[in-house]
């Protein structure tokens, strides 16, 4: 409760804010006096006598009748609630007194602290920018048949869009496809030829080696067997 005394005092340009002490039953009545003589000042001068004796016995009997001509809510609360409504009561009557004043004030907006958050992601830290991602788009979109764009993610959006409907998009018909693919199929049949081939040596070898593993063999007289 203190620090809210505190920083509503503060608001209300008291003298010595961060000092003052509710328990203190002096600084207390100190504080009434002042918010009654600065700021509240529903009692004309000469009527504040019972409250400006702070340290009259009666001091008490006069904030109960400060407190009902004021028609506080918390009149039969405890001295800490009294206070906090008379404080609150003062900061309104402050802001009916200056509303144009404090309408033009600006609040400094914290800043908040942002995470640095490093992603495991590859993707977010492509430079879209980048003539080898630019590249690298060019050459997919140019095998799925996408047009050109000065764009580069637009042509990369198109790309996503035809491989949600059609997963293997067949590549363009460009002439330089249509050239080479008899090239491909001549390099396929060469390199079955030599399969083949290779494979028939391999058969050669074995069949060598089983009859040079034979017992019976004589390889000086240039027959099997004795």
């Known amino acids: 409760m203190s620090n809210i005394f505190k920083l509503k005092l503060s608001a209300l340009g008291h003298p010595n804010p ?12 100190s504080v009434v006096l002042w918010l009654e003589d600065q700021k509240i000042r529903h009692y004309k001068i000469e009527e504040r006598e019972g409250l400006r004796n702070i340290d009259s016995n009666n ?28 404080l609150s009561y003062a900061v309104r009557l402050e802001f009916a007194d200056n509303v144009t004043k404090y309408k033009e004030v600006k609040l400094d907006q914290p800043k908040q602290a942002v995470p640095n958050v490093v992603s495991s992601n590859p993707l977010d830290n492509l430079n879209f920018d980048s003539p080898a991602f630019k590249a ?19 042509r990369l959006a198109a790309l ?15 002439d330089a496809i249509l050239i080479n693919q008899p090239i491909d199929v001549l390099n396929l049949l060469f390199i079955q030829d030599i399969r083949e ?6 058969e ?12 019976r063999t ?3 007289l240039g027959k099997v067997g004795r």
């Open 18 to 29: 961060e000092s003052f002490n509710c328990e203190d039953e002096k600084e207390y009545r």
């Open 59 to 86: 001091w008490q009997e006069a904030y109960d009748i400060y407190q009902k001509d004021l028609v506080s809510p918390v009149v039969n609360g405890t001295l800490n609630e009294q206070l906090n409504w008379l």
């Open 136 to 154: 690298g788009v060019e050459r997919v979109c140019t095998l799925a048949g996408v047009g050109p764009h000065p764009d580069p993610k637009f």
């Open 160 to 174: 996503a869009k035809i491989l949600k409907t059609t997963p293997h998009p067949d590549p363009a018909k460009t």
């Open 197 to 202: 081939l290779q494979t028939k040596i391999n």
């Open 204 to 215: 050669a070898l074995v069949a060598v080696q089983t009859i040079t593993a034979d017992p």
């Open 218 to 220: 004589d390889t000086k």
